[in-house]
């Protein structure tokens, strides 16, 4: 398979990019959804969305913004002002702990609840994807939203020795950044008043904070090894009358590991989908 870009001529942007024909599938995490792309690339690469128009929507026109039913514009608005506002509240009490106390030891502690609540709804948005009302790939979503839950519920709430870690503060400032950008993105784009600077922010900021974001979270997994392998949390150890056997210590490698394929797919499609919106660059995948 090579990769083949080309620049879009003035007016192009978003919408030349959706306006190209479906180009072959360029990864092999390709599968077929109904209301959203399931491939690692956006559904804005291939084209796809499914197909059909989706429920609450009517098929673009190429060039235009998507329109939707005004039950999925309100609900998103709704969502997406909800959540920029509780990633807000989680920047502000970062700070004022910081600022208070002078030191990240107890952090996590006090923003715990917030995170939990902001990145558990986060949830909504697979099913959004599958229901159709964003175009957004189902798989790109579902890799960052199950492994920010992860890191949440999994790693960060269930070992408690780690919660104080610098490596934790190191994905906290990176998630909040990002989250308060791109859930300002999307209410403006909603509402059709999209300040550049904003435009800007989402499609830059991820190229230092996406690298920093996963090595916090990497670096947090390692820290949690020891106490995993000391304590056999979440394990299972035979004989037992299932005959099964799970130990949670080399689970943990194996997530680890598989960051090494999945991070430079979602970090390469962050920079095709800056390149297209940012400087209206149409990607074309070709086959030798
Ligand atoms: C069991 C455990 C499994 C674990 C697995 C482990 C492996 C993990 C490996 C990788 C780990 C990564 C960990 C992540 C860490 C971090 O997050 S670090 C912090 C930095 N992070 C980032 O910068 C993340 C950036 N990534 C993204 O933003 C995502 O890739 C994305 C949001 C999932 C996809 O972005 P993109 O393809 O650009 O699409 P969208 O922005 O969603 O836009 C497409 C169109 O859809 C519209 N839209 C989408 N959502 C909404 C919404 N909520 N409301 C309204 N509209 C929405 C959007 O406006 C676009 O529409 P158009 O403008 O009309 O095209």
Avoid at 70 to 77: F, G, H, K, P, Y
Avoid at 114 to 127: R, S, V
Avoid at 216 to 242: Q, W
């Amino acid at each position: 398979m090579g990769r083949l870009t080309e620049a879009a001529e003035a007016g192009g942007g978003v919408g030349a990019a959706r306006s190209a024909g479906p180009p072959p599938n360029p990864l092999p995490l390709a599968a077929s959804t109904p209301g959203c792309s399931a491939t690692m690339a956006s559904s804005d690469e291939d084209g796809s969305n499914g197909g059909a128009p989706e429920l609450g929507e009517e098929r673009e026109a190429p060039g235009r913004r998507r329109r939707l039913g005004w039950a999925a514009t309100s609900w998103l608005t709704f969502y997406n002002i909800a959540m920029t506002a509780g990633w807000l509240v989680l920047a502000i009490a970062m700070v004022r702990f910081y600022m208070e106390k002078g030191t990240h030891k107890g952090l996590y502690k006090s923003i715990q609840k917030t995170l939990k609540f902001f990145q558990t709804f986060a949830l909504l948005e697979i099913a959004h994807c599958l229901i159709g009302i964003v175009p957004t790939s189902v798989l790109v979503t579902g890799v960052q939203v199950s492994s920010r839950i992860f890191m949440v519920w999994l790693v960060t709430h269930s070992i408690k020795p780690i919660q104080n870690e610098e490596s934790v503060v190191l994905f906290l400032i990176s998630w909040t950044v990002t989250e308060i950008t791109r859930y300002s993105f999307y209410t403006f784009s909603l509402l059709d008043h999209l300040p550049y600077f904003i435009k800007w922010a989402r499609y830059n900021f991820f190229i230092i904070l996406y690298p920093i974001g996963v090595a916090g979270e990497l670096l947090t997994i390692y820290a949690a090894l020891p106490y995993v392998k000391k304590t056999g949390m979440f394990s299972i150890r035979l004989p037992n009358k299932y005959n099964v056997s799970f130990d949670y210590y080399y689970f943990l490698l194996i997530i680890m590991a598989s960051y090494i394929p999945l991070f430079p797919q979602l970090y390469f499609h962050m920079l095709r989908q800056r390149r297209k919106v940012l400087h209206g660059e149409v990607i074309v995948e070709k086959d030798d």
